[in-house]
């Protein structure tokens, strides 16, 4: 994979890491880190200029992103809620009023979760499609997505053209980086799961008293 990534790259220049960035966000497997860092280092031995080259890779994030908006959007909250009111709301012990709830948090959240995501790996991507589920306004999704992923291109960017071709064993710190963070979203996801039921089923005992 990573060598597609970095031929396409070479071929085509800011319209290949446009276009990788763009599918990086569709299919979050593809390591935005080896795209921007190399994007970095080949602006050291080409006429490839960092600012165009942040660019490109920005305006590749955000056609990825709003792809994923849409397909949110297309699965919105009332799909999901007649999910949950039937076989699967009952496997997983959910109500559609916990759909009203999530979907009220990220209408009061949604600006900071869709900005700080933008440097959390994997979650970067996927954070799109709650948005667009949330039916989150597509000017603030675009406004707080275009911030984030321009400050992301740019850091990796730059660095990548800083270290020049030890510019793989920065990828490697950004593989143990990225490794820390899933591992601790894993925690929390599980740790909010808990904690959901525990107060669903306390919340049902002191129904029944």
């Known amino acids: 994979m990573q060598e597609f990534v970095l031929s396409v790259m070479n071929q085509y220049g800011y319209l290949g890491v446009f276009l990788m960035i763009a599918i990086e966000n569709i299919f979050p497997p593809i390591p ?31 056609v990825g992103a709003i792809a994923l908006y849409y397909i949110g959007k297309i699965f919105n909250k009332e799909r999901l809620k007649k999910l949950i009111s039937g ?20 209408d009061t959240k949604g600006n900071k979760t869709v900005f700080f995501c933008r440097f959390v790996p994997l979650i970067r991507s996927l ?47 950004f593989d143990t980086y990225s490794h820390i963070i899933v ?23 002191e129904t029944a008293k």
């Open 32 to 62: 935005s880190e080896v795209i921007l860092l190399f994007g970095g280092f080949m602006t050291t031995y080409t006429k490839l200029n960092i600012v165009v080259m942040v660019l490109a890779a920005t305006a590749g994030s955000i």
């Open 87 to 106: 076989k699967l709301g009952k496997i997983l012990r959910l109500k559609t009023s916990d759909i009203d709830k999530a979907d009220e948090w990220f």
């Open 127 to 173: 954070i799109s499609i709650p948005a667009g589920m949330s039916e989150m306004p597509i000017p603030k999704f675009l406004l707080y997505t275009t911030i984030g992923s321009l400050i992301w291109n740019f850091v990796l960017i730059l660095v990548g053209s800083l270290v020049g071709e030890n510019w793989e064993n920065i990828v490697n710190i």
């Open 183 to 205: 591992a601790i979203l894993a925690v929390l996801v599980i740790l909010a799961i808990v904690i959901f039921y525990w107060k669903r089923s306390k919340k049902n005992k």
